[in-house]
């Protein structure tokens, strides 16, 4: 079994965001970003 997975667009991406809608901009504009404060005001 792959670990990725190919959203609508053709990019490939981690599985675990085919779980819910909302996972993949998630994953697109907030994963594996680093995190320089991590209070949102």
Not at 9 to 32: I, M, N, Q, T, V
Request: aromatic share 14%; glycine share 10%.
């Amino acid at each position: 079994m792959s670990t990725t997975i190919v959203g609508p667009d053709g990019k490939p991406r981690c599985r675990w965001c085919d779980a819910a809608p909302g996972f993949l901009r998630y994953h697109d504009s907030e994963w594996g970003f680093p995190v320089s404060e991590d209070h949102l005001f």
